[in-house]
């Protein structure tokens, strides 16, 4: 098999170039050349350095004339002249050529061979290599031999700073994406992640383009094919709720919405680990095994038992894995049009209801919002529960306007029949603090109660604040939980917080006021504080 590839045009002039090495290459380099480890279940150990999360504050974007009337220019887009781009670019390719050894993954974003692009993965580390090739689909030997031309390239020189000094570039840490070009330029940070969540940032621009929905979510499917799809930000459960015994994994964060169906653009799991269990998520604990990458967790020198508690390092603690480590997938990773379409949102006030059924305009108005909470202790400064919202779940990695991708939301939910579930994996009884966690046995309850269609033959309870539609009884959870003012011993302390969150939608809201008819504002919160 012809594996050889020339970097030439890209002015790349290094002697041994690895393309598509096999896992138990990646290893070894990993381990002599990266002193990366191999934990006491397989998986390959190792560090992203100084950088253990993704530095969104130095994300830019080329500003042509050929795609800029399309993108959401702001704080999540920030624009970045031609010059400086190519001035990052020449940096990457001039500390590539520094190395002795380069490896290359060529692989796919999308599993559907209509909509799939190209991308290719030039970059020195060999963990960055193992974690792509996890996580775009893996071309067949044929299809490697007739890869051809990339459509996007992604250079990673993260080990090397970028320079301050050029315009639009403001810390050592840049990751520049030039639409026009189809590169991405990494400077200044080794965190896998960026790779990956720039391929989604590609995706979220190119499939609008085609008048189809891109969407930061999970997907499974039923014995009966039906689909459902899991949005939510991190910490709300969308890996954990999506992968389940019963229902096949589609994929475990980005997808796309095509007239065919439902569609993996990645060809891997990257989950979070902090606290991992076998009791609580055996999928994901079974998967961490040979071939995976265990991204700045503790381990013990002696045993290599990794402590998935120790948050020392980070939070952030990940796994990437081929999506064959699941044992219940759906391969192709491509579905029917989804039946069910769950909002999760961790409330750390305590007051949204477990589970709501939602009108779609209450979907578009909570799809718009993308609700959830930070709790005291996980950030500095944060001493109560903190409002976070993430238009889309993923306002980080959306290129145009968000109104556009709910606009394909609502034509793809009415034109396929979609049914819209605000679902709450946060707090119940109190804030935090003060009440307690949802328990994941009821969370699980509740999708089975969607899933079964119970839920959406249950009589409904109108709240008097959001002024969503509460199923009264669900089976496997007590009555009560399933009303938040039920269980609250101070029920004037709930009015009081569950009227400051409403306030708080509201006001999030109003920045989307001038693009949202007026019958999905109206679909928010009916009572709230100024």
């Given at each position: 098999m012809r594996r050889e590839v020339d970097l030439t045009p890209y002015g790349i002039s290094v002697g041994r170039v690895h393309r598509n090495p096999s896992p138990a290459q990646l290893y070894e380099d990993a381990i002599i050349r990266e002193k990366a480890a191999i934990t006491s279940s397989g998986?390959?150990?190792?560090?992203?350095?100084?950088?253990?999360?993704?530095?969104?504050?130095?994300?830019?974007?080329?500003?042509?004339?050929?795609?800029?009337?399309?993108?959401?220019?702001?704080?999540?887009?920030?624009?970045?002249?031609?010059?400086?781009?190519?001035?990052?670019?020449?940096?990457?390719?001039?500390?590539?050529?520094?190395?002795?050894?380069?490896?290359?993954?060529?692989?796919?974003?999308?599993?559907?061979?209509?909509?799939?692009?190209?991308?290719?993965?030039?970059?020195?580390?060999?963990?960055?290599?193992?974690?792509?090739?996890?996580?775009?689909?893996?071309?067949?030997?044929?299809?490697?031999?007739?890869?051809?031309k990339p459509d996007y390239v992604i250079f990673n020189a993260g080990q090397f700073p970028a320079d301050p000094a050029s315009p639009s570039v403001t810390s050592e840490t840049s990751v520049a994406l030039s639409f026009e070009r189809g590169e991405f330029i990494i400077l200044g940070t080794q965190y896998a992640g960026e790779m990956k969540k720039g391929v989604f940032t590609i995706m979220n621009y190119l499939m609008p383009l085609r008048n189809q929905l891109s969407m930061h979510c999970s997907a499974n499917e039923g014995e009966k094919g039906d689909v459902s799809l899991f949005f939510g930000l991190s910490g709300t459960g969308k890996t954990t709720l999506s992968t389940e015994p019963n229902r096949r994994l589609i994929g475990d964060d980005e997808h796309y919405w095509t007239p065919k169906g439902i569609v993996n653009i990645e060809g891997g799991c990257y989950a979070k680990c902090i606290n991992l269990s076998a009791a609580s998520e055996p999928e994901i604990y079974d998967a961490i095994r040979f071939g995976t990458v265990l991204e700045n967790a503790v381990y013990d020198d002696r045993s290599r038992l990794v402590d998935f508690y120790d948050?020392?390092?980070?939070?952030?603690?990940?796994?990437?894995?081929?999506?064959?480590?699941?044992?219940?997938?759906?391969?192709?990773?491509?579905?029917?049009?989804?039946?069910?379409?769950?909002?999760?949102?961790?409330d750390a006030f305590g007051v949204l209801p477990p589970v709501s059924s939602l009108t779609p305009e209450q979907a578009m108005y909570h799809f718009i919002s993308g609700y959830t909470a930070k709790v005291a202790g996980t950030e500095v400064g944060v001493t109560e529960p903190e409002a976070t919202f993430s238009a889309c779940f993923g306002a980080a990695f959306l290129v145009w306007h968000p109104a556009k991708y709910a606009q394909l939301l609502a034509e793809n939910m009415k034109k396929y029949g979609s049914k819209a579930w605000l679902v709450n994996t946060g707090w119940c009884g109190g804030s935090y603090g003060v009440g307690k966690r949802l328990s994941i046995k009821h969370t699980r309850a509740i999708i089975d109660g969607i899933h079964s269609g119970e839920l959406a033959e249950t009589p409904c309870q109108q709240d008097p604040i959001f002024g969503l539609n509460v199923p009264v009884h669900c089976t496997g959870v007590p009555d009560d939980v399933l009303q938040p003012s039920n269980i609250w011993a101070d029920k004037a302390e709930y009015e009081k917080t569950a009227l400051k969150l409403a306030g708080l939608f509201r006001k999030n809201f109003a920045k989307f006021a001038d693009v949202a008819p007026d019958s999905i504002r109206d679909a928010g919160p009916v009572r709230f504080a100024e």
């Open positions: 998986a390959l150990m190792n560090s992203s350095g100084k950088k253990t999360g993704r530095s969104p504050k130095d994300k830019r974007i080329v500003d042509d004339p050929a795609s800029n009337e399309n993108i959401w220019w702001g704080p999540v887009n920030v624009k970045m002249p031609l010059p400086s781009f190519m001035h990052n670019r020449r940096r990457a390719i001039d500390y590539l050529n520094t190395r002795d050894l380069l490896y290359v993954i060529d692989a796919f974003a999308g599993w559907d061979k209509e909509n799939r692009i190209k991308v290719r993965i030039v970059c020195a580390r060999a963990y960055h290599a193992l974690f792509m090739s996890n996580m775009l689909v893996r071309p067949t030997p044929e299809e490697l031999l007739n890869f051809g948050a020392s390092l980070t939070e952030n603690t990940r796994a990437s894995y081929p999506i064959e480590y699941i044992r219940n997938i759906k391969k192709p990773c491509v579905g029917n049009h989804p039946k069910n379409i769950i909002l999760l949102t961790c």
